[in-house]
C-alpha cells in the first residue's frame, strides 16, 4: 500500500514537471511580467522562473479541488488514501500537455 506521504511528493514532482514544461508558459510570462515584485529585476530569468512557480502553483491547486471535494463530501476517514488518488490524477491530467511538449521528437 502507498502511503499518503508518498503520494503527495509524486503530486508535487507532477506540478514541477508541469511547471517547467507547459505549453501554458506562454500564457504565464506576460502575467509574471505584471506580478513581479519591484524587488526583483525583470530579467528573462527572472521571469521564467516565476512564470514556473506560477504554473506549478496553478496546477497543485487546481488538481487539489476535486481531491477537496472528496474528501469533505464523500470520505469519512481521513487516513484514506483515495483523496491522494484522485489528487494525483487530477495533477496527471493537468500534466498532459507537458508530457506532450516533452514526448514530441
Same mark, same amino acid.
Given at each position: 500500500m502507498v502511503s499518503r506521504q508518498f503520494l503527495f511528493v509524486l503530486v !508535487? *514532482? =507532477?506540478c514541477v !514537471?508541469? *511547471? #517547467?514544461?507547459?505549453?501554458?508558459l506562454q500564457i504565464a510570462v506576460p502575467i509574471t511580467t505584471?506580478? #513581479?515584485? +519591484?524587488l526583483?529585476?525583470?530579467t528573462v530569468h /527572472? @521571469?521564467?522562473m516565476f512564470s514556473s512557480i506560477l504554473v506549478s502553483t496553478a496546477t497543485l491547486l487546481g488538481s487539489g479541488v476535486p481531491a $477537496?471535494? /472528496? +474528501?469533505r463530501l464523500a470520505e469519512g476517514d481521513p487516513q484514506s488514501p483515495v483523496s491522494m488518488w484522485i489528487w494525483l490524477g487530477g495533477a496527471v491530467? =493537468?500534466? =498532459?500537455? $507537458?508530457?506532450? @511538449? #516533452? #514526448?514530441r521528437p
Open positions: !508535487v *514532482g =507532477l !514537471v508541469n *511547471g #517547467l514544461f507547459s505549453p501554458y505584471m506580478l #513581479l515584485p +519591484e526583483f529585476p525583470k /527572472w @521571469v521564467l $477537496a471535494l /472528496w +474528501e491530467l =493537468l500534466t =498532459l500537455p $507537458a508530457f506532450q @511538449v #516533452l #514526448l
